[in-house]
């Protein structure tokens, strides 16, 4: 069987740069060993795998190298990338997944694409897991949680950038992943995420976990739009916008790989 595959790298304007993500377009599912096989062995953060509903509207479903995802925000950027360029007179689409509802996707006419996503922001949490502070090489100030990751609230961006996890200990944290975030120097905020137990070491650049950060931020410095940088080695920047229960993420991306897979059918 032969597919179809894209490779592109999100929240970035640089090739190279950004969080890489394949996309994968099928008339009909694939069967989940399948989807998990194609992305273990593209071995990228996340394959997306999209379904057609109706003109413009998708199903979609995220697998890291390990495991199915919830919820991939550069992913989705991602096939939204390739669906505009596929087809030219799309200026929106709407992608749909369980964990997230309907995603309202927008072509805008500066170059960037902004995502509809729900609000997830993070919550006080009463005790802070041992394994969450000898997992991480300087302690954070504060911890908060969500559906998704815990959050370690630093005071500088030095911290962020210079912090250190210890993969086993983060791992005990599973199914949660962690991301450390402080004020930013040149943006509003700046963050690292870690997900040993779910993907990998340190995500690139993780567009899911800023349904939360923007929030939190958000309510911090009393701003409703914010400039974010994710500060890995690859380095990706965000817009967010607070509207409501509703976070806009705002990003760019850049085609890198099209071709064409054969697998066999299982």
């Not at 599912?29 to 379904?51: P, Y």
């Not at 930013?184 to 976990?209: L, M």
Request: glycine share 6%; charged share 20%.
């Amino acid at each position: 069987m032969k597919l179809n595959i894209d490779i592109v790298d999100a929240f970035t304007s640089t090739q190279f740069g950004g969080n890489s993500a394949a996309v994968i377009i099928t008339d009909t599912w694939l069967t989940e060993n399948l989807m998990q096989a194609i992305a273990a062995e593209n071995n990228l953060s996340e394959t997306a795998f999209l379904v057609p509903v109706e003109t413009g509207i998708y199903d979609i479903r995220w697998f890291s190298p390990l495991t199915e995802i919830a919820f991939c925000g550069h992913a989705t950027l991602a096939s939204a990338f390739v669906l505009f360029n596929k087809n030219l007179t799309f200026q929106q689409v709407t992608l749909s997944a369980p964990a997230v509802g309907a995603m309202q996707i927008n072509k805008l006419d500066n170059g960037y694409i902004e995502m509809d996503f729900p609000s997830f922001a993070p919550e006080t949490i009463a005790e802070i897991p041992e394994a969450l502070i000898a997992g991480l090489s300087i302690k954070p100030q504060q911890v908060l949680k969500n559906q998704q990751a815990y959050f370690a609230i630093y005071n500088s961006e030095f911290d962020v950038r210079a912090v250190e996890q210890n993969t086993e200990q983060l791992k005990q944290l599973a199914p949660l992943d962690v991301v450390v975030t402080a004020p930013g120097e040149k943006h509003d905020f700046v963050s690292r995420y870690f997900w040993p137990a779910n993907g990998g070491d340190e995500d690139p650049v993780t567009g899911s976990i800023h349904t939360g950060l923007a929030p939190y931020w958000s309510q911090r410095l009393n701003k409703t739009e914010l400039k974010a940088y994710q500060a890995s080695k690859r380095g990706g920047e965000l817009l967010c916008v607070i509207e409501g229960d509703r976070v806009k993420l705002r990003g760019q991306a850049v085609h890198y790989l099209s071709g064409s897979i054969t697998v066999d059918e299982r």
